[in-house]
T-cell receptor, first 111, second 112 residues
Framework: RKEVEQDPGPFNVPEGATVAFNCTYS??????FFWYRQDCRKEPKLLMS???SGNEDGRFTAQLNRASQYISLLIRDSKLSDSATYLC????????????FGKGTRLSVIA | SQTIHQWPATLVQPVGSPLSLECTVE??????LYWYRQAAGRGLQLLFY??????ISSEVPQNLSASRPQDRQFILSSKKLLLSDSGFYLC???????????FGDGTRLSIL
C-alpha cells in the first residue's frame, strides 16, 4: 500500500486566520479522498469527502489535484474549536483495500 | 442509523495477561471492519481488517489476533500482552474499502 504524507505541524494561528493544509499521495490509482479531524485523546471523525471539482462546507474547502497528486484543506475564519489534528485519507487501491491514513497535521488556534 | 460500540473505554492490564476487546456495529449488514492502534502522539496503525465473517487480514505481525465470529462483531485478542501493546485501540466500520470509515470511541490500554 502506498503512502500519504502530511506536514505534521503544529500550525499555530490566531483566531480568524485562514490556514491551509496540504497532503500528497503516491498511489495514482486512488479514487476516494477524505479529511478527518481528530481531537486529543478521541477517535477520528469524518470532516468531509474531497471531490474532483473541489467542495466547500461552511468555512472548510477541500481541493484535489490529481495531476500533482495532492489534496488540500482550507479553513477560513479559524475558531478556537478548530484546534485538532487533521488527517488526510486516501483509498489504498481497488475493491476492499483499506483506506490509508496520513499521520495528521496538528492545528492550534490561539485567542 | 448505524452505530458502533467499543468497550471498555479504558483498561489497565499487567504484562503477560490476556486481552479481549470487542466491537459491534448496528444498523448495517456485512460491513468492513477494522482494528487500529495509535501510540501517543503518533498516527493510526492498521492492525487487522475483515470483509466478512471469518475473513481476517493482518497488516502487521505481532502478538495480537482478531476474529469475526458474527457479521457485526469484531474481536481483538492477545494471549500475552507486552509493554509495547499499550496504546489507543480503535475499531471502525465502512460499507466498502473506498468508503469513509466510522470509528468507535476507542479503548485506552495501559500495560503495567
Amino acid at each position: 500500500r502506498k503512502e500519504v504524507e502530511q506536514d505534521p505541524g503544529p500550525f499555530n494561528v490566531p483566531e480568524g486566520a485562514t490556514v491551509a493544509f496540504n497532503c500528497t499521495y503516491s498511489n495514482s490509482a486512488s479514487q476516494s479522498f477524505f479529511w478527518y479531524r481528530q481531537d486529543c485523546r478521541k477517535e477520528p471523525k469524518l470532516l468531509m469527502s474531497v471531490y474532483s471539482s473541489g467542495n466547500e462546507d461552511g468555512r472548510f474547502t477541500a481541493q484535489l489535484n490529481r495531476a500533482s497528486q495532492y489534496i488540500s484543506l482550507l479553513i477560513r475564519d479559524s475558531k478556537l474549536s478548530d484546534s485538532a489534528t487533521y488527517l488526510c485519507v486516501v483509498n489504498g487501491g481497488s475493491g476492499n483495500t483499506p483506506l490509508v491514513f496520513g499521520k495528521g497535521t496538528r492545528l492550534s488556534v490561539i485567542a | 442509523s448505524q452505530t458502533i460500540h467499543q468497550w471498555p473505554a479504558t483498561l489497565v492490564q499487567p504484562v503477560g495477561s490476556p486481552l479481549s476487546l470487542e466491537c459491534t456495529v448496528e444498523g448495517t449488514s456485512n460491513p468492513n471492519l477494522y482494528w487500529y492502534r495509535q501510540a501517543a502522539g503518533r498516527g493510526l496503525q492498521l492492525l487487522f481488517y475483515s470483509v466478512g465473517i471469518g475473513q481476517i487480514s493482518s497488516e502487521v505481525p505481532q502478538n495480537l489476533s482478531a476474529s469475526r465470529p458474527q457479521d457485526r462483531q469484531f474481536i481483538l485478542s492477545s494471549k500475552k500482552l507486552l509493554l509495547s501493546d499499550s496504546g489507543f485501540y480503535l475499531c471502525a466500520w465502512s460499507i466498502g474499502g473506498d468508503q469513509p470509515q466510522h470509528f468507535g470511541d476507542g479503548t485506552r490500554l495501559s500495560i503495567l
